[in-house]
């Protein structure tokens, strides 16, 4: 398994936007497959975005497509969400998640971040 660290959450503005960041530490941080997700309070947790270890296979929740870019860098062993044109009902926690399948599913991914608060006010 990786150990992932999430950092880059923070406040802003209905329209602004947040890039997060993963940082891994293991050595086999380049054949895992690596997901976003998140939980707002009160709801369960979601899927975000997947990238596949290769990083030419990407995925998006419907709520984020067009607005949302999941990327990795596998040298720095990190993995990217850049988000865009933020809106209210993106408030959540986010987390970060490993795994070996090329999945949405949250049971697909066996190592998972401690979260990063993102908090869109409007």
């Known amino acids: 398994q990786v150990q992932l660290v999430e950092s880059g959450g923070g406040l802003v503005q209905a329209g602004g936007s947040l890039r997060l960041s993963c940082a891994a530490s293991?050595?086999?941080?380049?054949?895992?497959?690596m997901g976003w997700f998140r939980q707002a309070p009160g709801k369960e947790r979601e899927f975000v975005a997947v990238?596949?270890?290769?990083?030419?296979?990407?995925s998006y929740a419907n709520s984020v497509k067009g607005r949302f870019t999941i990327s990795r860098d596998n040298a720095k062993k990190t993995v990217y969400l850049q988000m865009n044109s933020l809106k209210p009902e993106d408030t959540a926690v986010y987390y970060c998640?490993?795994?070996?399948?090329?999945?949405?599913?949250?049971?697909?991914?066996?190592?998972w971040g401690q979260g990063t608060q993102v908090t869109v006010s409007s």
């Open positions: 998640a490993g795994g070996g399948y090329y999945s949405r599913k949250r049971e697909d991914f066996g190592s």
């Open positions: 293991g050595r086999t941080f380049s054949t895992y497959v």
């Open positions: 990238i596949h270890w290769i990083g030419s296979s990407t």
